[in-house]
């Protein structure tokens, strides 16, 4: 290298630089869409499950029974233009709906059947309409108790996905050598009280998810709905839960509701579910939004209680204008509630007094 001479001008890097633009700051709003005009829109972005426009004009035209159907043109110009608030959500890698993946398949494979696939695009449109009509139940369920109209309380429980809840998280587990290491995770079940507060219960990852705990944490919501001045013994409970027949789904579930329901500690108990694959409701928003915070603000718990800590301070901050009350416990244990001769004895009454 003695004879090496320093270049003045390196054309290496002046060739890389002028490939990259200059930042031009924030962009404009579009105004035009392929010549169509966008108009101005105010509405709330709203968010379509992972789809295409084409879905909705083949529902469209099935739906126009006996008028002259609507050209894909015409449809694609007036979605482009007054309808920009509405955006479709990116595709997700949780489980799908059998019956929507069935209809959808058979629609792509009868595309030169014209008369069999404007059955499948009304038995798909039969199919949405269904799951709609169920979530409005909820809905309507939501509603009332969010009213505090004395009458109907609605509870929606679920837990969270088991992977975001490992302990210990911090920066030394991200290590190659601790990559293989088990780390025990911890359950994390989320009730909402529709109207009146937000629960989070955390146990350990020893402790079992079954129907005596599920039991044990509705009992809890009770007790603190009692001493909130709230007369049970007038409501009627509503309450929303998965499909998993491993918590609430079950045998002693139905028998603590009739339980309930026979010693008068509750007017009314309902046990609601949504079909399968279209289970997704505002839980679910609370989990999406607490998985972020535990990403970027909870990267170091080394215990359940520091955990608590974390999802405590998501819980302070989060934005629910109906429900002002905010509960994190620790749930340390659960009574067998499937054996519990008391719970029997109650549904012994119960069958006498139905006079079976
Ligand atoms: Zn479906």
Known sequence: MMQATSE??????????????????????RMFKRSIKILPSKAEVRYLPPGHMRD?????????????PISFAQFWRVWSSEFTHLKFRQESQHAQCNECIRHKMLIKEFSSHLLARREQVRLYTEHLKAQYVDRRCYWASRGLSRMKNGAHICVIIDSMDQGKTSIPRSDLTRAKDLSTLQKPKCHLTAVIVHGWFIMMCLSDADLP????????IMCHVLSRLQQQSCCLAQHHLHIQCDNTPREMKNNPFMKWMAAMTGQGVLRECSLQQLRS?????????????????????????????DLMAVIQN???????????????????????????????????????????
Request: charged content about 25%; some cysteine.
């Open 8 to 29: 003045q001008h390196d054309e290496y890097a002046a060739a890389i630089s002028s490939q990259i633009k200059p930042h031009k700051g924030p962009s404009k709003p």
């Open 56 to 68: 909705y004009w083949l529902q469209m035209n099935v739906l126009r029974d006996g008028q002259p």
């Open 209 to 216: 998810k079954n129907s005596s705990v599920m039991i044990e």
């Open 277 to 305: 694959g279209h289970s997704h409701e505002d839980i679910d928003q609370v989990f999406g939004g607490l998985a972020t915070f535990l990403a970027s603000k909870g990267r170091q718990a080394q215990t359940p209680d």
């Open 314 to 356: 998501f819980l302070q901050d989060y934005k629910r204008p109906y429900e002002a009350g905010r509960v994190v416990l620790k749930l340390d244990g659960a009574r067998d509630w499937c054996l519990g001769d008391r719970m029997l004895k109650c549904c012994c009454l119960i069958v006498y007094a139905c006079g079976h």
